[in-house]
């Protein structure tokens, strides 16, 4: 028992002599959107009227700009992302796009409209546009 207290109060004095070292806070983890925020990728897919493309242009707040020439109403369009998954809803969410982003670094998913019509698409990013010489 005295062997006992004896290196409880060994114990005790080191602790109270060791400094408390703070510890480090965990790294803040990514924004869920910043592998796609201010990007814009080349859409392509065929949902049964033959192959397309046009360009989605993602920014801050979840906006999304489109070239499609037949959407008429893109100021309905939007965007969301969780790490490498990307959503993007066109027309109110009447047609959804859910993707993945590849190691390859091209997005492959699906598409699915509120009739329940669905399809493949594939997105490339588009480079940057550098300045005018």
């Known amino acids: 028992m005295l062997g006992l ?3 409880a109060s060994v114990c005790a004095a080191q602790a109270q002599q ?3 070292l703070p510890r480090k806070p ?3 983890p990514p924004a869920s959107d910043q592998l796609f925020q201010a990007s814009r990728w080349r859409l392509d897919y065929d949902a049964g009227e033959g192959a397309r493309s046009f360009e989605v242009g993602l920014h801050p707040g ?3 700009t489109n070239t499609d020439p037949h ?3 893109s100021d309905n ?4 992302a969780q790490g490498r998954y990307l959503i993007l809803r066109f027309n109110h969410s009447y047609a959804v796009y859910t993707g993945v982003l590849g190691r390859d670094g091209r997005l492959q ?3 699915v409209n509120q009739q329940g019509e669905s399809w493949p698409w ?11 010489r």
């Open 122 to 132: 594939t997105a490339s990013r588009v480079p940057p546009s550098g300045p005018s």
């Open 26 to 28: 965990a790294p803040a």
């Open 5 to 7: 207290c004896l290196v």
């Open 71 to 73: 959407d008429r109403t």
């Open 62 to 64: 979840g906006l999304m």
């Open 77 to 80: 369009d939007g965007w969301e």
């Open 109 to 111: 998913g699906h598409a």
């Open 18 to 20: 060791m400094p408390v």
